[in-house]
T-cell receptor, first 113, second 114 residues
Framework: DAGITQSPRYKITETGRQVTLMCHQT?????MFWYRQDLGHGLRLIYY???????DKGEVPDGYVVSRSKTENFPLTLESATRSQTSVYFC????????????FGEGSWLTVV | AQSVTQPDIHITVSEGASLELRCNYS??????LFWYVQSPGQGLQLLLK??????LVQGIKGFEAEFKRSQSSFNLRKPSVHWSDAAEYFC????????????FGTGTSLTVIP
């Protein structure tokens, strides 16, 4: 049971470059999420998706783009990376219904120089 | 508005001592409550969850949590802490009635001293 896999796990990029973080889940969960984790801020929701082709903004969406053409994939793109986007990014998935919980990937460490 | 507060940013306990991590939430309906643990360099792992029934729930690694509606609290406890419990702990509220949103506290960092 692979669960959620994120790639790359570690990335260094330059300011202004486009970066895409990949997320793949094997549970067929309807909901998928992208969070960023920064010291002093905890987890902040960037975007989420309720199903394929349905996405919505979270708390901190500016500078990010998402898509969800297939249920199992939810890539996050930084269109023009800035230093303030240096962070750890977590993809997660969930399913509605009794016993719902949110399950996380291992994280993607992104440094923008 | 939904929110989660973890009043303790950092806690230090001795190995073998008991532990209680506090969590208070604000949510208009019946909450779905969770505790997660994050070891350094890792993702968040689900420790336990509550959504109905017995207000004392058991989780993995010997943890338990008690839901107290009157206090809007969901505190995490462990009778005897092990050095391997040193990690960051997050409390979360799930809101299935508002687009399946999840709201996380800012976390409590646990240090365990020998």
């Amino acid at each position: 049971d692979a669960g959620i896999t994120q790639s790359p796990r570690y990335k260094i990029t330059e300011t202004g470059r486009q970066v895409t973080l990949m997320c793949h889940q094997t549970w067929s969960h309807s909901y998928m999420f992208w969070y960023r984790q920064d010291l002093g801020h905890g987890l902040r929701l960037i975007y989420y998706s309720a199903a394929a082709d349905i996405t919505d903004k979270g708390e901190v969406p500016d500078g990010y783009v998402v898509s969800r053409s297939k249920t199992e994939n939810f890539p996050l793109t930084l269109e023009s990376a800035t230093r303030s986007q240096t962070s750890v990014y977590f993809c997660a998935s969930s399913e509605l219904g009794t016993g719902l919980a949110i399950y996380f990937g291992e994280g993607s460490w992104l440094t923008v120089v | 508005a939904q929110s989660v507060t973890q009043p303790d940013i950092h806690i230090t306990v001795s190995e073998g001592a008991s532990l209680e991590l506090r969590c208070n939430y604000s949510y208009g309906a019946t909450p779905y409550l969770f505790w997660y643990v994050q070891s350094p360099g890792q993702g968040l792992q689900l420790l336990l969850k509550y959504f109905s029934g017995d207000t004392l729930v058991q989780g993995i690694k010997g943890f338990e949590a008690e839901f107290k509606r009157s206090q809007s609290s969901f505190n995490l406890r462990k009778p005897s802490v092990h050095w391997s419990d040193a990690a960051e702990y997050f409390c979360a509220v799930g809101a299935p009635n508002t687009g399946n949103q999840f709201y996380f506290g800012t976390g409590t960092s646990l240090t365990v001293i020998p």
